[in-house]
């Protein structure tokens, strides 16, 4: 297990002072973006999040300050620029602009990002915009990791000399893990540190890095990489053919005996006397570290996500109209079975094949929500990445996504019904049309609900379906139409009464069957027609199950919501790489002046 002791500081102050996670930004090696947004859109959005505006507001105010009280003189440029960057509201973001120009993506600025089932920008261009989408907001203080993974040589060489466009210009601060990157790379770099067996054995310039081996004894042969030198001169395998003293025989220099040697070396003391000396609050810059947890206020942060989702459902669109469609077409075929010419309310036997026919009609509203399962599931990983960054709370995710969700529950309950539910011959009254629409959104938004629940929970294809197919299993058969109440053993009625089916099938049977037309004298035995149809299956006849059973089902869909909001707040993804630590820990503390 991976344990540290001691304390770090920031700028003199601990990390109960201020957020971290948005003064400081870890980019990992992987690239996790929304495919159907393009770059401009991507990195837009990651400013509006990061309240770009609103930072740049609170930079212009300080520095207006000290220009007035020291009679500083500005660029020109730099002042149009901070004045332009700090008006809120814009379509985008000046802010956006400025980084797809340091970072080279101004060419593909309009193109889609792309995943392996859409074609979209490079590997290349696709890892710029990951580090684009944390260096649009107002932090200057990169960890990069691995950020080479899938590249060659070429394009990490532009990958990073774009980082370096973006640390000479705007003053910021890149710390990157590179494993034996090229020569034409590894020139880019201003700083290295050098890591080996845990020891850092070399930390300051690069071009103090080959004396300071000369030192030791050590020589870069001729067509030889420094980073690979470098990598093998600390090897005991290949450390022997750098050796070029000729005065002395070779002995085999350790690792912990050269980490030594920098520490005693002037840059190595150097670094020590800097890091000893404890950092002067006064001198810090008052916006350098973050003292609120999200950028934007709570509405612009929730209006954002709004629009993200918007966008996306018009990417989408041939999805939803899909979907659409296909509740046309099967609504259609569903006419073409229960046709009322068929069908007349005049018997017990007519009424089971109506009650079949409003079950059916129940059962197709929930598979059609099961495509919400792919499309969380797919965007899980970028929630994550923006979420451990602050971008935005969990339930301005979750929020924006189940209100965008409602029009689209209504034209697909509207559609279905305006098919069926006359083409059929359910009961004739206007109210009760209104009210069968009523249910069968209720139904729809409670599957929209449980297969997000699914998703954010299990978080894995695989688990996600699994558990979705026994889900649906159990509600089905325990909903009251297959199986009747009445013959539900008692170990199970737990499930009868948890099945959300099981509401909206006795609201959707007295909604039909409490109708006028039903109330004929059976011909086969006491009561009405419609009584004994819902007797038969266990069903109630109190008018009063409708509401409960609309009541139940929002209920439902309101619940799952919070539970995908909880659970997109408090889990993590399954695959994460853990940390393991080897030796003693260090108890020193640390202060990092940023």
Known sequence: SFQVTGRVTYNGESVDEFYVQRTAAYV????????????RETLDLAARWQGAGQDFAGYMKYAMEREN????????????????????????????????????????????????????????QKKRVTTGEMIVGPRKTFFMDEISTGLDSSTTYWTVKCLGNFVHMRQGIVLMALLQPPPETFELFDDIILLSEGYVVYEGPRTEVLPFFESLGFQLPPRKGVADFLQEVTSRKDQAQYWADDSKPYVYISVPEIAQAFKDSAIGRFVSSAISVQF?????????????????????????CFQREILLMKRHQFLYVFRTCQVAV????????????????????????????????????????????????????????????????????????FLLRVPYSIIESVIWSAVVYYSV??????????????????????????????????????????????????????GGFIIPKAMVKPWWAWAFWVSPLTYAQRAIS?????????????????????????????????????????????????FLNVVVTLALAFLHPLKKHQATHTGDDSSDEIDKNG
């Open 425 to 478: 011959g359910f009961a004739p009254e206007i109210w009760r049309f209104f009210r069968y629409v009523l249910l069968l959104f209720s139904v729809h938004q409670m599957a929209l609900g449980m297969f997000r629940t699914l998703a954010s929970v299990a978080r894995d294809m695989v688990v996600a379906t699994t558990f979705a197919s026994v889900c649906l299993l159990i509600i089905i058969s325990s």
């Open 330 to 401: 099967v609504g259609f075929v569903t006419c073409t079975i229960f046709t009322r010419l068929r069908l007349h309310p005049e018997s017990e036997i007519e009424g089971n094949l109506y009650l079949s026919c409003l079950f059916f009609g129940l059962v197709h509203m929930i598979f059609n929500g099961i495509s919400e399962l792919p499309l969380l599931m797919f965007r899980l990983p970028v929630f994550y990445k923006q979420r451990d960054n602050m971008f935005h709370p969990a339930w301005a995710w979750s929020l924006a996504s």
């Open 510 to 558: 007295v909604n039909e069957f409490g109708a006028d037309r039903w109330m004929k004298s059976s011909t086969t035995g006491n009561g009405t027609v419609g009584d004994n149809v819902l007797k038969n299956h266990s069903l109630p006849t109190d008018d009063r199950w409708y509401w409960l059973g609309v009541g139940v089902l929002l209920t439902y869909a309101l």
């Open 28 to 39: 990992s090696q992987t690239d996790d973006h929304i495919a159907e947004l393009t770059v």
């Open 69 to 124: 009280g020291k009679s500083l003189d500005t660029s020109p440029e730099i002042d149009a620029f901070m004045k332009a960057s700090s008006i809120r509201g814009q379509k985008h973001s000046i802010s956006t602009d400025y980084v797809l120009k340091i970072l080279g993506l101004d060419t593909c600025a309009d193109a889609l990002v792309g995943d392996y089932m859409v074609r979209g920008i490079s590997g290349g």
């Open 280 to 304: 002067d609050k006064a001198k810090g810059h008052p916006e350098a570290l973050s003292r609120t947890k999200y950028a934007a206020p709570r509405w612009e942060l929730l209006k954002t």
